[in-house]
């Protein structure tokens, strides 16, 4: 499909990744006769799923929950190896024929929404010609996420030049790394780190995880005990319905249980670290940390795979502050030299959100750090703007979910009723709170960028599936903050 100056469509979805193929699957599902196109920077589908390629990528969370709620994942594990992930995302695509509609390698930089015409005017840049296009749209969901896919976070180490070694960052992959028989340090504790270390232990000389402050880590079945015994009698899309509520219900289970009774979590996850390590290990120092679990996420571990690589020997873990690089690896501030041929920095992510597009109103810049949001998917103040963000506390899917199909009831309203606009506005008194209420860095190094919520519904983000799913789902959308015209 070719773009031109003049092209229009009813929606414009920003990117093609979990989230941008799920909103589209949701429109052709729910709102067939609007017509859409999806603009994605990158040259595939797939988002963070087909960037990043370190040994051993897989989902975080368990797949019931991660998938589309439209979609059974039927593979027999639930925790998936990132290549199954991918598959299943463009499996959905093929399927419900979003595809033809991708435009990819076309990079939207600016949106501007014009009061007379009531539409987006939307500017992309493509990145193999360089041409601009220009097109114009009703209403845009975007599904860019709030990271930054062209740079990871990476610290400043004093001396890293000087190291003889490799340097590389877990979100820029080489395809072409040979590790084997290498002495490794992966710099970093959280979910990156626990899921590439082992993998590649298997191949290492050694392999050391450094990190500053330990990370709550627990062990997870692969499989699904009920869904492998419900499939023996049930079809496949009850029993993923079924396996998909008794995930939710565990999830948030856990998640209150880490609000009210934060030390009896705390308690049982450590003694479960001690179970798979031993009475010797020391796990005060290297798995207990400073703060509450859930202040940030959770990592999990199919299987214990973390902890059989450390009983085995494969894998050890440091717990030490870095003084500098050196020719042979990292000093560290206690005086312990780690050497090392690779040093592998698994320190996280840059945020950016919106994936840096430049909004506007009537030609005047949007800073979203001073607008607040609408049932955590569209802005005051903003018309025809969706924004899909998942969970903190469960998987981003389930909420990514709820925010597609509550979008494509609105533009059944507007379409049924004749609307051309659709605006939250605040309408009464609202006290500020921040937007992402998360203790993990890469929250905490970019909260500036972010817009407002407030301590009342609807704009306060409540990260509670149980309640969106109704509110969202069912819920009347005569509501009195949400301006049609």
């Not at 033809?100 to 014009?114: F, G, L, N």
């Not at 009061?115 to 193999?128: F, S």
């Not at 670290?273 to 010797?280: K, N, Q, S, W």
């Not at 750090?369 to 103040?381: A, E, I, N």
Request: net charge neutral; aromatic share 12%.
């Amino acid at each position: 499909m070719n773009s031109s100056s003049h092209e229009s469509v009813d929606v414009l979805i920003i990117g093609a990744g979990l989230s941008g193929i799920g909103g589209a699957c949701q429109l052709r599902r729910n709102s067939p006769k609007r017509s859409f196109a999806i603009f994605e920077s990158r040259a595939v589908s797939g988002g963070t799923w087909d960037l990043f390629r370190y040994p051993g990528i897989r989902s975080d969370s368990d797949m019931y929950t991660l998938s589309y709620g439209f979609k059974p994942w039927q593979h027999k594990s639930a925790i998936a190896h990132g290549s199954s992930i991918l598959d299943y995302i463009r499996e959905a695509a093929k399927e419900y024929d979003v595809e033809r509609h991708i435009r990819y390698q076309h990079e939207v930089v600016t949106a501007d929404w014009s009061n007379e015409k009531k539409r987006w005017h939307v500017t992309a840049t493509r990145g193999d010609t360089g041409e601009s296009i220009t097109i114009s749209c009703l209403f845009i969901l975007s599904c860019s996420g709030y990271y930054d896919y062209d740079k990871g976070y990476t610290p400043e180490f004093a001396g890293r030049d000087n190291f003889k070694g490799e340097v590389i960052h877990t979100q820029h992959w080489p395809e072409d790394l040979d590790y084997k028989d290498k002495r490794v340090v992966v710099i970093g504790s959280g979910a990156t780190a626990v899921t590439l270390i082992p993998e590649m232990s298997q191949e290492t000389r050694s392999m050391t995880m450094l990190q500053r402050s330990p990370t709550y880590i627990a062990n997870v079945p692969e499989r699904d005990a009920m869904a492998e015994m419900l499939r023996k009698w049930l079809p496949v899309s009850l029993v993923f319905r079924l396996t998909r509520w008794k995930r939710v219900l565990f999830q948030r289970y856990i998640y209150q249980l880490s609000r009210r009774k934060p030390k009896q979590l705390r308690h049982f996850l450590l003694n479960k670290v001690r179970e798979e390590l031993g009475p010797d290990y020391d796990v005060a120092k290297h798995f207990t940390p400073s703060y509450n679990p859930w202040d940030q996420r959770l990592c999990a571990v199919p299987e214990g795979d973390m902890f059989k690589a450390i009983r085995e020997g494969r894998a050890d873990v440091v717990t030490d502050h870095i003084e500098n690089f050196n020719s042979d690896g990292i000093r560290l501030q206690s005086g312990q030299q780690l050497d090392a041929d690779l040093i592998i920095l698994a320190t996280g992510l840059n945020l950016k959100f919106g994936g840096g597009v430049q909004y506007s109103v009537g030609g005047e810049t949007i800073d979203f750090s001073q607008h607040y949001v609408y049932r955590g998917m569209m802005f005051s103040d903003i018309p025809n703007l969706g924004f899909v963000v998942g969970y903190t506390n469960s998987s981003w899917t389930l909420k990514a979910d709820l925010t597609s199909n509550y979008m494509c009831r609105l533009l059944n309203r507007m379409q049924r009723t004749g609307y051309e606009s659709v605006t939250p506005r605040v309408k009464a008194g609202i006290v500020d709170t921040p937007l992402m209420d998360f203790e993990a860095g890469y929250v905490l190094r970019s909260r500036e960028q972010f817009p407002k919520q407030g301590d009342r519904f609807p704009w306060r983000v409540y990260q509670d599936y149980i309640r969106d799913f109704f509110s969202l789902g069912y819920g009347s959308l005569k509501d009195d903050e949400l301006e049609f015209r």
